[in-house]
Structures are given as C-alpha cells and as structure tokens.
C-alpha cells in the first residue's frame, strides 16, 4: 500500500478511512495492548501512593480504591482494539449496550462517591438515572452519525453533574469520562476518536510544535490583558511529576476525548464538504464556553484560543492521546510559571 501524505484539509477524513492496522502503526495489537496494561498498573501505583500520602489508606476507603481499579480498569481497556471490537459485537441492539453497560458502571459508580465531602454521598442515588438516561438517548435505533440533539443532552447530563458539583469527589470526572467512552465507541460505534495509546516521533512533534506556538500567542494576550502573572514554582520533583500524571490523564485526556475525540469528530462528520474549518472553530468555541465557571472572558477567550490548537494536534495525528499531550503542556507549564490554574489569583 502506497504511503498517504494527507494535507490538513483531507486529513482529518483520511484517518477514519485508513484500516486499523495502519492507523496503530508498527507494533499491531501487542503494542496497543501493552501499553495500557503498562499504564493500569503504573497508575494505580502511582494512587496508592497518593492515598498513602493522604492517609487514605485505611479500611475504611476500600470501596474507593475498589471504585478507582474498576473505572481506571474499564478507562484503559476501551483503549484496545480488540476489547472495542468484542463489546460492540456483544449484542446488535445499541440500547441493550446501554443497558448492561449502565449496569457494569453502577456498583463503582455508587462506590465513586465514597470519597466525597461528608454530608454528600446520599448523592448515590443518583448515580443510576445519571447513567440510564444518556443510555437511552444514545441508545437509540438509526441515530445518524453526525452531532444530533441527543448527543448533546446526552454529553451535557453526563459531564454537567460533575461539573456543577451534583456528583462530587475526585472520582466523578472518571465515571463521566468511562460513560463517555463507552456510548460513542460501544453504542454510537464512533470510528475516528483516536483513543490509542500509540505515539510517534512525528505526532509528538506536532504535540510540541502546537503547544509552542499557542505559548507564544497566549501569553502575551494573558499578559498584557491582566488575567496572567508570573509566579515561582516551588514544589519537589516528585509533586512535579504528581502534577504532571495528574494534568494528563486527569484533565487532559479526558477533555480531549469530549472535546476533540466525540465532539470535533461528530461536527466534522455533519460538514463534509467544508473540510475541518468549520467543525475547529466550533468546537474551540464550545471548549472556551465551558471554562464559564471561572466567569471571566478572558480565561474564555484564551481556553478557545487553546481549543484551535488542540484540535490542529488532533486533526494533524488522528489521536486525542496526542492532542491530550499539548493540552498537558499548556496547563502544566501555565500553573509552574503563572498565575492561573495551580495558584489562586487576587
């Protein structure tokens, strides 16, 4: 098969065309697969140490160490091929995915919210119709593919709660993004998200070179507008390299897969013909739009501003783990040097 060389207008629709083979790159299945039982164990070493830290390792946190190997588990296994391909082969009905994949996420989404401040885990209760209701709208017979109406309540009642505080705890936003995942990989049977665990020397250049040339708009507009400062960052290289894990699968990746993975992908496909212009700009604005909560039109403006480049990353490599990496750049470099997301401002 002749190497394709894609520009950035016919990219983004060449990598949904491209087998599977040839979008993981060398390495095939073994390497996909290694890679994320790599990162399940490293990971959750990485929260044992932190409960350790916390002193949460106790018996009494039990269900949510329980909660975290379980969601973590099913995170990173909808990362391999071969387990998407065998859960959307489990049954032709996209509804009765929905259905037992609510069920498989109820018990640790229930467990999630033992971590929550006191006073709020009667929040369980919720956790069912949170799951079943974006299920049946996802769930649906003949949905086409492209952003309908029902992808959008569906995507604002699973990340809403958590956001707005409905589901608290430091689990919830792993219970959102593991729902995500599975309606539009497992029920939508949305190609193209670009969640693999693959990387190569290119796509981690074009990571860089997008996260560079957004610092080098961004901070000056930060800057010069007020919403900056510069700040010392004083912390040991083992809170740095906490900071670091935590930015990238915490915040990054998952914002990535919403953002770039579904929503970008979903816009794209209803302008086909207007190549990925239309569908950059409108996600970008959709991701500065969800930053209201800090109501400031700054942090708006510059959160947009980061959406163009964030999805160039994704557009240019087909990868929301690559695109996940210049979004981690940004936010860590931000909070070590300025001002704005590690340090309270005012």
């Known amino acids: 098969m002749a190497r394709i060389r894609p520009n950035i207008r016919n990219h983004f629709s060449l990598t949904r065309s491209l087998s599977p083979e040839v979008s993981r790159g060398k390495g095939g ?47 990173l296994s909808l990362a391999v091929e071969r387990a998407v391909t065998f859960l959307r082969g ?6 009765a ?21 006191a006073g709020t885990t009667w929040r369980i209760a919720l956790v069912p119709p949170y799951l079943v209701l974006p299920g049946f709208l996802l769930g ?5 593919l492209r952003l309908t109406w029902e992808d959008a309540v569906a995507l604002l009642l699973i990340w809403l709660p958590p956001d707005l505080g409905l589901l608290p705890g430091p689990l919830a936003k ?52 007020g919403f900056l400062s510069p700040a010392s960052a004083h912390a040991s290289w ?24 579904v929503i970008l992908n979903l816009l794209q496909r209803g302008f086909p013909r207007r190549g990925p212009t239309v569908p950059l700009l409108l996600s970008a604005g959709l ?15 510059l959160a947009a501003l980061a ?26 470099v931000w909070g070590l040097f300025f001002r704005t997301l590690w340090s309270p401002r005012g």
């Open 97 to 117: 995915k929905a259905l037992w994949g609510s069920a498989a996420l109820m018990f640790p989404g229930m467990l999630s919210l033992t971590l929550a401040p």
């Open 174 to 225: 792993l219970l959102a993004v593991d729902w995500t995942l599975f309606l539009f990989l497992i029920v939508r049977r949305l190609d193209g998200v670009g969640y693999r665990y693959v990387l190569g020397v290119r796509s981690l250049i074009v990571a860089a070179a997008n996260a560079i040339v957004f610092g080098a708009i961004a901070v000056p507009l930060g800057l010069l507008s």
């Open 238 to 261: 083992i809170e740095l390299l906490f900071r670091a894990v935590g930015v990238y699968f915490a915040v990054a990746v998952p914002e990535e897969i919403l953002f770039r993975g």
């Open 29 to 75: 299945v073994a390497q996909t697969e290694a890679v994320p039982a790599l990162l399940f164990v490293s990971l959750l070493a990485a929260f044992l140490l932190y409960m350790s830290r916390a002193g949460w390792l106790t018996v009494g946190h039990i269900p949510a160490l329980i909660a975290f190997t379980t969601l973590l588990g099913v995170f």
């Open 307 to 332: 959406g163009i480049f964030y999805g160039g990353t994704y557009l240019r490599t087909g990868s929301v783990v690559c695109s996940g990496i210049t979004h981690a750049l940004v936010d860590f």
């Open 287 to 301: 991701f500065g739009l969800a930053h209201w909560k800090e109501r400031d039109w700054r942090y708006m403006l």
């Open 140 to 144: 649906r017979p003949r949905l086409p």
């Open 90 to 95: 489990l049954s032709a009905s996209g509804l």
